[in-house]
């Protein structure tokens, strides 16, 4: 084999090739005239080495993730690696069954900087020092032209979409799925800042973006930003914050009623009032969705401090995303409706069996007190006024025991008129004060309470705690009712 006439046969065309894809195609299909090796060129493409070009093999990966197989332990490292028996090398990715050696060749740049491999595999025997000079040479002839081209091929806008979709169908918070919605706006765009305008409300049981519940506030607002933002960015902020809701509610509006907009990279013609705060910010290049319906959607706002002329395909991908964003919030918002549903008593609102089973696990000896409590004479109640009453009995009471505890503690309905509080204290005496503010409040709404209280031992089990306390507030019906008993230490 002439291997020096191998290089020069492989290379005489890539100065004609006029895209980086076509000279690693002209470089595989050359190689192949002199071997009947598998040959495959693998580049990075995003976070993966992709295969571009490939000839001789039943299989290959398509994509291949950093460091795993030869060829991506080669691009690690930037070293070659000969392997002439496959099977003794735990990296091997096999593609054919009859393949015995294979030698995998960094692609570098000029700066010596890796670009991706070049992979041969034989099934026959071969002069693997031989070919990796020869492979070693063709692989740097071939990463000068690449880069020369300029560059590895970049994902195109659709590939890149598609990947931020997956990325958002994943997303386990809101918080999460905006993230990946604003991060997919920049990337797809290519415009530098993103940022989205939520509109006054939904049914939502939290926010977007972990915010506090949203049912109490209707007016538009700014969404909270899910990184660092850059300095367009946050000079945008800036603006839309100090333009107030009224502003943010009139960007919403216009863009639900009239549909997407953007510029077109013009200069000397001012913007609408509507966004003069961007303006002002420096945004001269703009991209606004609406995002969900009017009422409980928003606006996306991509935009640039470059004068450029975004394409209507540009907007086109800025509606998919929006479109899908909104389907994967409201995925999320739905799942955790039912989440709070199954895990909250329908009647009163309050966390019932199972999240309380879930707490009383973590409870700390000497430190979280339970307090059972039973509802004083409520079956009378139901007899003597029926069960409509009770239940309104029972709303009540739950709204005036929350209103006695203090911030952070709990109240958990566990039976029909039976009720516990799991609450952190410093001594028994602060849960007995408690529990007695709770018989207090119980008393302001006509009704009265029992309540026992037990505290956790070392090494004891949380149903054993609350069993305590079932048997001091037993005790407390026996001595009239009304009351409150602490259990033993």
Known sequence: MDHE???????VRLPMASTALEACQWTVAALARYTPATISVLLQVHDRLRCVAATGAWQVFST?????????????SAAPASVPDVTADPDYLPVRPDV???????????AGRPLGVLDLQWSDPVELERWEETAARVAGRLGARIVALGGPPAESRSEKLLRHAAAMTAAPTDWDLMAAAITAARDVSGLSAAVLLLAGGHDSASGPLGEAPVAD????????????????????????????PAALGRMIARAHRNG????LGEAGHPPTDDY?????????????VPVGPPDSGGLLLIADERLLRPDS???????????????????????????????????????HTGPFGQRIASATPGRTALLAIDVDGFKNVNDTYGH???????????????????????LYRTGGDEFVAVIEVNRPEEAVRIAERLTEAARRTGRTISVGVALPRPGESAERTLGRADQALYAVKRQGRDGVRLAAA
């Open 388 to 410: 409509q009453a009770g239940d309104q009995l029972l709303v009540g009471l739950a709204r005036a025991l929350e209103g006695a505890l203090r911030q952070g503690d709990e």
């Open 64 to 76: 291949v993730p950093p460091k795993t197989g030869i060829v991506g332990r080669v691009y690690a």
């Open 276 to 288: 003069l705060p961007l303006a002002r910010a420096g945004a001269r290049t703009l991209v606004a």
């Open 260 to 263: 997407s907009a953007y510029t």
């Open 5 to 11: 006439r191998v290089v020069r046969d492989v290379t």
């Open 217 to 244: 506030r209707r007016e538009p607002r700014l969404g909270a930003p899910t990184g660092t933002p850059g300095e367009l960015e946050s000079r945008v902020r800036a603006e839309l914050t100090e333009a107030g």
């Open 313 to 351: 395909t540009t907007v086109n991908l800025m509606e998919l995303l929006a479109g899908q964003a909104w389907t994967c919030l409201d995925r999320l918002r739905t799942l955790a409706r039912l989440r709070e549903q199954a895990s909250s008593d329908p009647l009163t609102g309050l966390r």
């Open 100 to 110: 015995t050696a294979e030698l995998c060749v960094p692609v570098l740049d000029p």
